[in-house]
């Protein structure tokens, strides 16, 4: 199973996720069954290793930076995944956008697991500056999406 973490510019959000989403499996031990990684909606970003906020915010969870440099969604990135998980509704516009319509729903927004909240953004701390924010966010939808695909792979 591929899961592709996105946000706008791969430097904040989406790597956080990959970040924590990866420590999960690994935690749950699923490396080699559940593959992870991330992109952005824009290449602006491209190269760049994942803004000071949240490299500081991941190391303050425990978490490894190393391998996380942004990079833009690719035409090869709706083939390779299962499920692409993005933050905001503007994510899941551009994504459904460029998307081939056969991939077009695998294309959802981080809350979508969490009954009540499926519309809920996670915002891009980019703008708000509130890293630790995007982490419980993610914190709070992270496990919920394993416990889905860790189903679909039984």
């Known amino acids: 199973m591929n899961v592709l973490?996105?946000?706008?510019?791969n430097i904040c959000r989406s790597p956080m996720?990959?970040?924590m989403f990866?420590?999960?499996?690994?935690?749950?031990?699923?490396?080699?069954?559940?593959?992870?990684d991330s992109?952005?909606?824009?290449?602006?970003e491209e190269g760049n290793g994942p803004?000071?906020?949240a490299a500081k915010t991941m190391h303050a969870h425990g978490l490894s930076t190393d391998g996380l440099i942004s990079r833009p969604i690719i035409q090869q990135d709706f083939d390779w995944a299962d499920y692409i998980i993005c933050m905001d509704n503007m994510n899941k516009y551009n994504l459904q956008r460029i998307a081939p319509a056969q991939d077009r729903d695998k294309v959802h927004l981080a809350y979508e697991v969490i009954p009540g909240k499926e519309d809920q953004e996670i915002p891009d701390p980019w703008y708000t500056h509130r890293f630790e924010d995007t982490y419980n966010s993610l914190n709070e939808t992270l496990?919920?999406?394993?416990?889905k695909i860790?189903?679909?792979?039984?």
């Open 5 to 9: 973490f996105a946000c706008l510019g």
């Open 17 to 19: 996720a990959e970040a």
């Open 22 to 36: 990866k420590q999960m499996v690994d935690d749950a031990g699923l490396n080699g069954k559940i593959n992870v």
């Open 39 to 44: 992109a952005g909606t824009s290449n602006e």
């Open 51 to 53: 803004h000071p906020g």
């Open 143 to 147: 496990p919920l999406w394993l416990d």
């Open 150 to 154: 860790t189903k679909e792979l039984s």
